[in-house]
């Protein structure tokens, strides 16, 4: 069981007598399970100004060696890593964008390409 700081209580208790919403916090790390890894996405190196960089990381746990690509896309386009990497087990491969804005609250969606499928991560936004 959760233990909420007493001044926070007061706090959803007066938001909530009066009929509003405590705000939703903003996922800005996702990961999806794999069956031989973890793959992840996360806005990173935030600042004032809404502008983050994406980066994905696949920690492979088992299997096979694998040749993969990383990507991510929002409402404004795709964006590939800069090449195929080779990765086996007991690694962990990580890619990271320039900074973009991110001011707009557009979800950004990490995926990887592997073996001729797409696997991607929950969407990500600093809203």
Not at 77 to 88: E, H, K, L
Not at 100 to 110: F, L, P, Q, R
Request: hydrophobic residues 40%.
């Amino acid at each position: 069981m959760r233990r909420i700081a007493p001044a926070l209580v007061g706090v959803a208790i007066a938001l909530t007598s009066v009929g509003l919403a405590a705000p939703a916090q903003a996922r800005t790390v996702a990961c999806t399970k794999l069956s031989n890894g973890v793959l992840c996405t996360q806005l990173a190196n935030i600042d004032p100004l809404d502008r983050a960089q994406v980066s994905n990381s696949y920690e492979k746990t088992g299997g096979s060696t694998i040749t993969a690509r990383f990507g991510h896309y929002n409402r404004g386009g795709t964006w590939w890593d800069q090449g195929a990497f080779t990765q086996s087990a007991g690694t962990t491969r990580y890619f990271t964008w320039p900074m973009s804005s991110y001011a707009d609250c557009s979800a950004v969606v990490g995926f990887m390409d592997s073996g001729g499928r797409r696997y991607e991560v929950p969407p990500v936004s600093l809203c």
